[in-house]
């Protein structure tokens, strides 16, 4: 079942722009019957594999940004062990909660692209190369100019990447729903460029979260997480087969819809099944 777990996360992440990782933790406390906070770690270290596995897919595209993803990975890195903090530190019933109406946000946003952009979905993050964007990342902050490692490129960037990082720790999502629609902005990239530098953050922050989550103390099934992580490394290889045939916003529609009828179940199972 873990094995399955793992492919289900791996398939969604890789057949969306972002969004998907949040998948994660509700499959892994239906079909694992895992105590949320558990769910949360293993999501962490089942989300930093595939996203690795992704970025090595992009290598050749030549769309990472690697400079812009430096300065959010960093920046994310650093404060994930604070969400991981606060995760442990408060009970199962308000994570619970607090993360359903995440996940609520992400569904809406993820329709809402849908709607209004359908071409962007077309733009996913199982593809083993993408049309190479010549697209230079300009640092809005600065007017404009060629993003640098300055205080106002970096300071318009902490913004997304602190909350990127708090979240992931938090609740165990790797946060592209965040990253994407940051890097688009504030440094003017294309959607191609921005999910494929999302992947290379979104692998440090996960780690950097997963990491945290050990050293806590807190302690996760070797078995279940490593099959969890092939199962997820499957599914991006199976998304890089399909891609082409089933991405789009009917697919994106499709995934928001079945967010949040699985994260309705889960907080049935949680709050009331066994009360």
Do not use: H
């Not at 809406?108 to 083993?128: F, L, N, V």
């Not at 499957?234 to 082409?244: D, F, R």
């Amino acid at each position: 079942m873990a094995l399955i777990v793992g492919l289900i996360i791996g398939l969604v992440l890789g057949l969306t722009g972002a969004g998907g990782s949040v998948f994660a933790v509700p499959l892994l406390i239906i079909l694992l019957d895992l105590p949320m906070q558990q769910a949360i770690g293993i999501s962490l270290g089942a989300v930093a594999v595939s996203a690795l596995f992704g970025t090595i897919t992009r290598l050749k595209s030549g769309n990472i940004l690697w400079l812009p993803a430096l300065v959010y990975s960093v920046l994310g890195a650093a404060t994930a062990p604070i969400g991981n903090v606060v995760n442990q530190s408060i009970d199962e019933v308000t994570l619970l909660i607090s993360f359903a109406l995440l996940v609520v946000m992400i569904a809406a946003r993820m329709w809402i692209q849908a709607q209004r952009t359908p071409e962007d979905t077309k733009a996913i993050r199982a593809q083993w190369s993408a049309d190479k964007s010549e697209q230079e990342a300009l640092c809005r902050a600065a007017g404009n100019q060629p993003f640098s490692i300055g205080f106002s490129c970096i300071l318009a960037m902490s913004g997304g990447a602190v909350l990127t990082g708090l979240l992931s720790g938090l609740y165990g999502v790797g946060g592209g729903f965040l990253i994407v629609p940051t890097l688009i902005f504030l440094i003017q990239v294309s959607i191609q460029q921005a999910i494929a530098t999302s992947l290379v953050v979104i692998s440090v922050i996960s780690s950097s979260g997963f990491i945290t989550y050990l050293l806590s103390g807190a302690t996760v099934e070797s078995k279940t997480l490593a099959l969890v992580c092939f199962g997820g490394v499957s599914g991006m290889v199976v998304g890089l087969l399909t891609s082409k045939r089933v991405n789009g916003p009917t697919l994106q529609k499709s995934f928001a819809g079945a967010m949040l009828i699985m994260m309705c179940i889960t907080l049935m199972v949680k709050l009331f099944l066994r009360a």
